[in-house]
C-alpha cells in the first residue's frame, strides 16, 4: 500500500541554524506533498505543500523540495527560531484526491 | 480565519462504553475526514466522507465506528463500544474539494479505561 517515510525522527538544531527534514513516498501517483507542523497539544497546521507539477516552493524562512523521479521531497527551515520548536509531519495524497498518507513525524528541537 | 472546531478536547469513557466525538468543518467545505493518532505514532487515516456518504475507509474503521452528518454543520465519529487500544487523540479535518488543503482540528483526546 501507498507509504510515506520520514527522517530523522528528531532533529535538535542551535537558533539560526537550518533544518532540513526528509520523506520519500511509495505511490508514484502520488502528487500532493503537505507539511504540518504540530505543537503540543494541538492539531496538525499546514505550513506548506507542493504539488508534483513544481520542483521548489518557498514561503518565507520555509521551502520544500521535490524529486519525483527519486520519490523524495524536503522541508527546509531556515534561520530556525524556538518557536518553530514542534513535531512536523509530512504526508502524500494520490492524485484522485482524498486521505492523506502521514510519515512518521519529525520532533524539532531549536535551543536558544 | 475559518477553522475546524471539534468537541470534546478530552473524553474519558469506560471500556464498552459508546463515544460520540463532534466536528464542525469549515462551512463551505464539502469533503470531511477524520484521523487517529495514537500516542507518539503518526497520524493516521480513518475514514472520508462526501455527498452524506463514506467515499473512502481504512482497516482500522470497523463496525464499531460509524459516521454521520447529522444537519448541515456537524460531523460525528461514533465508537459503539470502545477498547482500550481506542484511546488516541482523533482529529477531524476538512477540504473544499477533493484535491485541496486539508484543514484539520485541535482534536479531541480519547482515553479509555
Known amino acids: 500500500g501507498e507509504n510515506v517515510e520520514q527522517h530523522p525522527s528528531t532533529l535538535s538544531v542551535q537558533e539560526g541554524d537550518s533544518a532540513v527534514i526528509k520523506c520519500t513516498y511509495s505511490d508514484s501517483a502520488s502528487n500532493y506533498f503537505p507539511w504540518y507542523k504540530q505543537e503540543l497539544g494541538k492539531g496538525p497546521q499546514l505550513i506548506i505543500d507542493i504539488r508534483s507539477n513544481v520542483g521548489e516552493k518557498k514561503d518565507q524562512r520555509i521551502a520544500v523540495t521535490l524529486n519525483k523521479t527519486a520519490k523524495h521531497f524536503s522541508l527546509h527551515i531556515t534561520e530556525t527560531q524556538p518557536e518553530d520548536s514542534a513535531v512536523y509531519f509530512c504526508?502524500?495524497?494520490?492524485?484522485?484526491?482524498?486521505?492523506?498518507?502521514f510519515g512518521q513525524g519529525t520532533e524539532l528541537s531549536v535551543k536558544p | 480565519e475559518p477553522e475546524v472546531t471539534q468537541t470534546p478536547s478530552h473524553q474519558v469513557t469506560q471500556m464498552g462504553q459508546e463515544v460520540i466525538l463532534r466536528c464542525v468543518p469549515i462551512s463551505n467545505h464539502l469533503y470531511f475526514y477524520w484521523y487517529r493518532q495514537i500516542l507518539g505514532q503518526k497520524v493516521e487515516f480513518l475514514v472520508s466522507?462526501?455527498?452524506?456518504?463514506?467515499?473512502?475507509k481504512s482497516e482500522i474503521f470497523d463496525d464499531q465506528f460509524s459516521v454521520e452528518r447529522p444537519d448541515g454543520s456537524n460531523f460525528t465519529l461514533k465508537i459503539r463500544s470502545t477498547k482500550l487500544e481506542d484511546s488516541a487523540m482523533y482529529f477531524c479535518a476538512s477540504t473544499r474539494q477533493m484535491n485541496t488543503e486539508a484543514f484539520f482540528g485541535q482534536g479531541t483526546r480519547l482515553t479509555v479505561v
Open positions: 504526508a502524500g495524497r494520490h492524485n484522485q484526491g482524498g486521505k492523506l498518507i
Open positions: 466522507f462526501y455527498n452524506n456518504e463514506i467515499s473512502e
